[in-house]
């Protein structure tokens, strides 16, 4: 276990490479959107970062929140993807809905279930 206030550097190494890979894939289609998608990227891989470091730190339903937070994080970008990439075909909506009532579930019981 993460001693209290462990900045757990080593997890967010794969956040930044989901990270990585979607800004690629969005950068040459945002335009003048570039500078405010990649700052709701970073807002977005700094949460999952720190909720899987404060995961560490917490019990068993802590991780709940962590995984929460990384759904949360595919979820939104599949509405990228969807948004300035190209429609998704078929269930994408859904989906994309699936994963973020999913992570939002996810999160809040982690706080609910670890108080």
């Known amino acids: 276990m993460a001693a209290k206030g462990n900045l757990a550097p080593l997890q967010i190494v794969p956040l930044l490479l989901f990270g990585s890979m979607v800004c690629g894939l969005l950068i040459p289609h945002l335009g003048d959107m570039l500078l405010p998608v990649a700052f709701y990227m970073i807002i977005s891989m700094v949460m999952a970062w720190r909720a899987a470091a404060w995961a560490q730190t917490r019990g068993r339903w802590a991780w709940l929140g962590a995984i929460g937070a990384i759904v949360f994080m595919l979820s939104d970008s599949m509405i990228a993807v969807n948004r300035f ?17 999913a992570a939002q579930a996810m999160m809040t019981a982690s706080i609910v279930l670890e108080y």
């Not at 429609?87 to 699936?98: K, R, S, T, Y």
């Open 85 to 101: 990439v190209n429609d998704l075909e078929g269930g994408a909506a859904a989906m994309i809905m699936l994963t973020y009532w």
